[in-house]
């Protein structure tokens, strides 16, 4: 069964400063990999996604993601963070079926 | 520009009260999804179409339906909201056939009172 484990549910940053949101995962499988980032009173949007391609995954807003198999892992980083950023966000994983695993979701909070 | 479109974004209901959600996309995607997102919550699948077959998640309460009268639109029912039935409902989109990426929509802001 897959699983997704977000370490931190709120994470301050100076503006400026590196953004990591760490993200680790269960699979049986190969897995999708997706990050998710979510404004107050909105949908969704899809930052980035693993697919079995590229280890290094590059996103909009700056954001990039590292799938590392041997760690489980695929943190999110950001080498300056901005005003703008502060959000929520989502790790999910998907085992190539229709069921989206979401992890517990990471605050940001961008500090002026 | 293709999207899932949501309506409306913010919907009050009584309790008891039969209320329909609606979602549209222009994606012309097979699959369509319902989530129920909690305050500081994850979303929540509740059932999904692959075109016109219907998946119900096994813990999803017989309060809420679905229906998918085309391609482009699904709607949700909830019979006889309950004040616990308040949150963020979100519509997704996937293409299938390999294709895992879903699209979400703007969301519905249910409050029941």
């Known amino acids: 069964a897959q699983s997704v484990t977000q370490l931190g549910s709120h994470v301050s940053v100076s503006e400026g400063a590196l953004v990591l949101l760490r993200c680790n995962y269960s699979?049986?499988?190969?897995?999708?990999l997706f990050w998710y980032v979510q404004y107050p009173n909105q949908g969704l949007q899809l930052l980035l996604k693993?697919?079995?391609?590229?280890?290094l995954v590059k996103g909009i807003n700056g954001f990039e993601a590292e799938f590392k198999k041997s760690e489980t892992s695929f943190h999110l980083t950001k080498p300056s963070a901005h005003m703008s950023d502060a959000a929520e966000y989502f790790c999910a994983v998907n085992e190539a079926g229709y069921q989206l695993t979401f992890g517990k979701g990471t605050k940001l909070s961008v500090i002026p | 520009d293709a999207m899932v479109i949501q309506n409306p974004r913010y919907q009050v209901t009584q309790f008891g009260k039969p209320v329909t959600l609606s979602c549209s996309q222009t994606?012309?995607?097979?699959?369509m999804y319902w989530y129920q997102q909690k305050s500081s919550q994850a979303p929540k699948l509740l059932f999904h179409?692959?075109?016109?077959?219907?998946?119900n998640e096994a813990d999803t309460p017989d309060n809420f339906q679905s229906r998918r009268p085309n391609t482009s639109f699904c709607f949700l029912d909830i019979r006889s909201p309950g004040l616990g039935d308040a949150a963020m409902y979100l519509c997704?989109?996937?293409?299938?056939?390999?294709?895992?990426?879903?699209?979400f929509g703007p969301g519905t802001r249910l409050t029941v009172t």
């Open positions: 179409y692959y075109d016109k077959d219907f998946n």
């Open positions: 997704a989109t996937s293409g299938g056939q390999g294709d895992y990426e879903q699209y």
């Open positions: 994606l012309n995607h097979n699959v």
């Open positions: 699979s049986s499988v190969p897995p999708y």
């Open positions: 693993y697919t079995s391609a590229a280890t």
